[in-house]
């Protein structure tokens, strides 16, 4: 069954810290995998993105607060630190493969609320 499987958000503080998690199933020959998120009423966005090779990408909003890990060639961490209220979104996993064919998790929501 092909999928990736997204784990870890949830509701945190501003100022917490989360780890987002994605596993993928039954996808081969990976090249990138990343975290695009959505938050109501906006596009989607890309969050960070890392190759098979370890080169990684983030967005300026994110820069030296979140790191993205290549646990191995099927999964990644997102680690997010200092979080804000404005992080606050459903986070998408994305797996895309040297074909180019792009794969997409369900969504994780992650708010950020006192």
């Known amino acids: 069954q092909v999928q990736l499987v997204e784990s870890g958000g949830g509701l945190v503080q501003p100022g917490g810290s989360l780890r987002l998690s994605c596993a993928a199933s039954?996808?081969?020959?990976?090249?990138?995998m990343g975290w695009y998120r959505q938050a109501p009423g906006k596009q989607r966005e890309l969050v960070a993105s890392?190759?098979?090779?370890?080169?990684s990408n983030y967005a300026e909003s994110v820069k030296g607060r979140f790191t993205i890990s290549r646990v191995n060639a099927k999964m990644v961490h997102l680690q997010m630190n200092s979080l804000k209220p404005e992080d606050t979104a459903v986070y998408y996993c994305?797996?895309?493969?040297?074909?180019?064919?792009?794969?997409w998790g369900s969504g994780t929501l992650v708010t950020v609320s006192l």
């Open positions: 994305n797996a895309v493969r040297y074909s180019g064919l792009e794969y």
């Open positions: 039954g996808i081969f020959s990976i090249n990138a």
């Open positions: 890392i190759t098979s090779g370890g080169s």
